[in-house]
């Protein structure tokens, strides 16, 4: 275990490395930082660092710079986030609130997250396979055609044309409309199947066929629909960091374009706890150079997907942590009132 003394050079170190892109030197911490120690002692301090492999000198003669084992200590001892000022809270939930269904809602989160934190922003779909039903509307489009709409509590909207092998009276379309929400709605998908297998029969047996059709039309769109899906913007700020890349952002920009890789980053986990990934701990060898920030979010405490950043580990962690937070609020409550 590191002394308080040289997390707090470590925390010295990482600041000002994150603020100048510069190596860091002991005579620069004792200038700089309210350390109550000799230069000497600090320079025992990174020595002492730097053999535990928490920092390492880039070149001959020069400062020294965080390593991914140095940037995870320095997170891991986060007293907390950085808050974001009342001016940025509005901000935020202005720019949020005018969101008009999910798809606004996700790309205006994208492009408020990239704006924040001026890196990679990454917001995953709500999936279907943790929501509930809200509302199933059936409309009659023919005689013997309905559009069937779900509902999800996360404002995701569902709609599929249904061909009944007969037609089907309003009364029938109505009754079976109410006791299909009576069944279904608060409850979750993977629940659904069970609570209406035995619906058609509650019916007239001239409308059990078209009961039936509207029964499978619903499963298939809790089936088919299941397919994750995330939205990311924010890419051309990697090109600020140039020098925080050992060879260039390529692998980077590949490892951004392949969804299958960021999904597994932010589907790892499903709550709503916040998850720092430094350098290495990135098992795709593309995110071997960058830090990801992310966080669950959703309604009544209980994540339906996940949003977060991805940028160089030379980051402001308790900046980041905390717009990433604030905004993962500020959508879970958008969606529980929408």
Known sequence: ?????????????????VGTEEPVGSKALTERHNLNVSPATVRNDMAVLEDDGFIAQPHTSAGRV??????????DKLAGVKPLSSAERRAIQNFLDGAVDLDDVVGRTVRLLAQLTRQVAVVQYPSLTRSTVRHVELLAMAPARLMLVLITDTGRVEQRLVDCPSPIGEESVADLRARLNSRVVTQRFADVPRLVQDLPESFEVEDRGAVSAVLSALLETLVEETEERLMIGGTSNLTRFGHDFPLTIGPVLEALEEQVVLLKLLGESHDSGMTVRIGHENAHEGLSSTSVVSVGYGSGGEAVAKLGVVGPTRMDYPGTMGAVRAVARYVGQILAES
């Open 66 to 75: 965080p390593t991914d084992k140095g940037y995870r200590l320095f997170v």
């Open 1 to 17: 275990m590191l002394s308080e003394r040289r997390l707090e050079v470590l925390r010295a170190i990482v600041q000002d490395y």
